[in-house]
């Protein structure tokens, strides 16, 4: 301890001696404030607003979403531009913070009537590429065969890369039906269902592959019994790494089950492509639609197919979506999942979506009687459970909602596509109110939300937040409380309220306020102020009462006293500070003794009312 502290030391220690023995006849307030705080919740549901709306609008056709959940693109195939009717055009919307704006407006550069550029859609885990599908656009004058196109971002600014299109190409084709994308966007699977091959609408499906800005046909991929009218590439998915593919053939016939449908894997061996495996559900039916729809988890392990006409327990066309899990080069069916509250011609199974670890699933309807849905699976072990039922605000009696439905790797950000109304919705089911882990899509309940992590458990002692109640910046996403954010409250009047600095997660250590600190300011001129002792985190010197019944020359006395005091202390204090250490310290300490006994002997006396 320097000597200027040992110096404000001991005037503090006399001060106090010299304020208990003036309290003789003196009283004593120990009020100490508090303070109150509210937040406001945030809403859990987006709209991304169709910028050019009309009549016969079919936006959100086709949705995808960036890995992060940032990047949303939603097409609409139907829009015309510059007069020029149905050529189509893909939307672009970022998300920065907990709001949604449109970036920018795609077409195709040599876009024409009836195009139907938007029909199919996919993004690159990093959001940059963009791969749409325009299967009605004709080449070199051959009608529908079918185009997809590249588009990459540099900033905020999207421009065209490329135009693919089949080396076969022949009319009516409708390459570009379906579009993936590997998680780099490096790869690209593109289906054309129409593709005839010495038969009637066999299909087939393409890979391209980009090298530095160039893309280039790597290979086309048929099945080995390839059948007309099978319509394979009618939905088509990639794993993240784009080495698994799987391709739906919703109208192939099997064991004379007509129109049952079938998907089929495909592995990538260095730079060739060979089927792995044909699936087909397990409880076949004719007109099923299975393989209307494909999904595969990033690592390709897991598939997701819908087949949308599936009766289930006699209920016509309510749809269903079916499971299958890979183990080594073998795959077989884990699930067949339906909705809950199925209802005849749902045709549940429409689109599908999958996290990235293939635990949580979307899917959505293609209803002829209701507004639509979408519904939310959960996978536990190796069980499937529903757990949410995803749905819109009322657009009309036709908007389709579940048409279309992307899904970020994270299963955090669900983004619907409502083929008939004005708009795509974005989903976030972290964040919504909750008491116990049951109660979130994710099994973590903190702070009152469902929460992305544990986040540190909710303990409220630390700078996590998961709320925006608790001083996080948006609902169910676990981080840095905000600056500001009380973590740990004063125990005293003499303790220092710790706060969070908005950027570290551990709450800063507790501290006692420092000697000389006032803990209860003077009221009045014959009212000394109070002062913490840089010890306890409670204690505050007795007050000095202002309204005593002191006659005026007991005051004055009074004042004398402890003006003359004050003096000896300072000449005493000044002859310390000249000696040596271990002795300044001894006296210091002595005197915050007979302080506290005098303290305490004001108390006694108080309690006894003498």
Not at 370 to 392: D, H, I, K, M, P
Not at 395 to 403: C, H, L, M, N
């Amino acid at each position: 301890m320097n000597k200027n502290a040992l110096l404000l030391r001991f005037y503090q220690v006399a001060g106090w001696m010299i304020f208990l023995l003036l309290q003789s006849a003196c009283g004593a307030d120990n009020a100490v404030p508090t303070d109150n705080l509210s937040f406001a919740l945030q809403s859990l549901q987006d709209q991304l607003i169709n910028p050019e709306d009309y009549p016969g609008r079919r936006f959100g056709h086709s949705v995808a979403l960036s890995a992060d959940g940032n990047t949303a693109l939603v097409a609409d195939d139907t829009g015309s531009d510059s007069g020029t009717s149905a050529n189509g055009a893909a939307y672009v919307f970022v998300k920065n913070g907990a709001s949604w704006s449109q970036q920018q407006k795609l077409i195709a550069a040599d876009k024409s009537a009836a195009d139907y550029f938007g029909f199919s859609v996919a993004l690159s885990a990093d959001g940059n590429t963009a791969l749409i599908g325009t299967p009605y656009s004709d080449n070199s004058g051959i009608i529908d065969s079918g185009a997809a196109y590249l588009f990459v971002r540099s900033g905020n600014s999207w421009s065209q890369q490329q135009k693919l299109i089949a080396a076969d190409k022949t009319a009516n084709d409708e390459f570009g039906h379906s579009v993936a994308l590997s998680a780099e966007g490096t790869t690209a699977l593109i289906g054309a269902y129409h593709k005839s091959d010495a038969m009637t609408w066999n299909g087939a499906a393409y890979m391209f592959v980009r090298s530095g800005a160039n893309w280039s046909q790597q290979q086309k991929l048929t099945t080995a019994d390839r059948a007309s009218y099978d319509l394979f590439g009618y939905s088509v998915a990639l794993s993240a790494d784009g080495n698994t593919a799987l391709i739906g053939a919703r109208e192939k016939t099997a064991s004379g089950s007509l129109s049952n449908g079938a998907a089929y894997a495909f592995i990538k061996n260095g730079t060739s492509w060979s089927q792995q495996q044909k699936f087909l559900a397990t409880d076949k039916a004719q007109f099923d639609h299975f393989g209307e729809s494909v999904a595969l988890s990033a690592d390709g392990n897991t598939a997701l197919i819908g087949a949308e006409n599936a009766d289930i327990n006699g209920t016509n066309d309510s749809g269903a979506a079916y499971v299958f899990v890979r183990s080594g080069t073998s795959w077989s069916q884990q699930q067949k999942l339906f909705a809950s509250d199925k209802v005849s011609s749902d045709h549940f199974g429409r689109s599908v979506a999958l996290s990235g670890d293939g635990s949580t699933a979307v899917i959505g309807l293609n209803p002829v009687f209701t507004e639509g849905a979408a519904y939310v699976f959960v996978r536990a072990g190796s069980n499937w459970a529903e757990r949410q039922r995803l749905a819109a605000a009322a657009q009309g009696s036709r908007v389709d909602f579940g048409y279309s439905v992307a899904l970020s790797p994270d299963a955090n950000i669900f983004l619907i596509g409502a083929d008939g109304g004005p708009a795509a919705y974005v989903f976030s089911l972290l964040g919504a109110p909750c008491n116990q882990n049951i109660d979130c899509l994710r099994g973590i309940c903190v702070d009152g939300v469902c929460c992305d992590t544990t986040c540190g458990g909710g303990i409220g002692s630390d700078c996590q937040a998961c709320s925006v109640k608790t001083g996080a910046k948006i609902d169910g996403v676990c981080g840095p409380a905000v600056v500001g954010t009380v973590c740990r409250p004063n125990a005293g009047v003499c303790d220092v309220i710790e706060s969070c600095d908005g950027s570290v997660l551990s709450c800063p250590g507790d501290r006692i306020a420092s000697v000389g600190t006032v803990c209860r300011p003077s009221t009045e001129p014959n009212d000394p102020p109070e002062y913490c002792d840089g010890v306890s985190p409670t204690f505050c010197p007795a007050d000095l009462h202002t309204g005593c019944s002191c006659s005026l020359g007991q005051s004055q006395a009074s004042q004398a006293g402890s003006l003359a005091l004050l003096l000896i202390a300072s000449i005493f204090a000044l002859r310390l500070l000249r000696s040596n250490h271990t002795t300044t310290q001894t006296l210091m300490k002595s005197l915050q003794a007979g302080s506290a006994k005098l303290a305490r002997a004001q108390h006694k006396r108080l309690s006894s009312g003498s």
